[in-house]
């Protein structure tokens, strides 16, 4: 046997069995990963036109709300405290939210969208509505809908996980 056929040997022996689920999941999730990585890229070039990037306009959406702290926010969104802090006092340096006294936690300020937040955020969502229905046309709701439901089922299994791993 040549070198490179007992190198596929060994690799094929040590990876773990999966089942035909486990296996459709792996690639449900390397899927997830890449849609994961246009979209971000897609927000991005939608939200360049405004001066900002899709995690700015992930925060400048969740001000809009005015109601939650940098805290709160990270975890709707799914990324670390610091990184919205980081992120949220770019914004405020630039004008486009500020931060507000909390009655529920005297730390932790509330994120306010401004008035010229406002605008870049009207103005970011009006793009991407115009690519939304564009993309959206190649698919029916029901589709949509079904694609949705699996990932907020995986999404509900995952969190349940790290709560009982983390």
């Not at 997830?32 to 899709?54: E, F, I, N, V």
Request: charged fraction near 20%.
């Amino acid at each position: 046997m040549n070198e490179i056929q007992n190198r596929q040997h060994v690799v094929k022996r040590n990876r773990p069995e999966r089942t035909m689920e486990g296996d459709a999941f792996s690639f449900f999730a390397i899927t997830a990963l890449r849609l994961a990585g246009h979209l971000t890229a897609a927000g991005d070039r939608l939200a360049k036109p405004s001066g900002q990037t899709s995690a700015r306009w992930q925060v400048l959406a969740a001000a809009r709300h005015g109601d939650l702290s940098v805290a709160q926010i990270a975890r709707a969104l799914g990324i670390t405290r610091q990184g919205v802090q980081r992120l949220a006092d770019v914004l405020e340096g630039e004008g486009l939210i500020a931060y507000a006294g909390n009655p529920q936690h005297q730390r932790a300020k509330l994120v306010l969208l401004t008035a010229k937040g406002a605008e870049r955020l009207g103005a970011i969502e009006r793009a991407q509505a115009g690519w939304a229905n564009e993309v959206g046309a190649a698919f029916t709701p029901a589709e949509l809908e079904a694609a949705c439901a699996v990932m907020v089922r995986a999404m509900e299994i995952l969190e349940s996980d790290e709560g009982h791993h983390g």
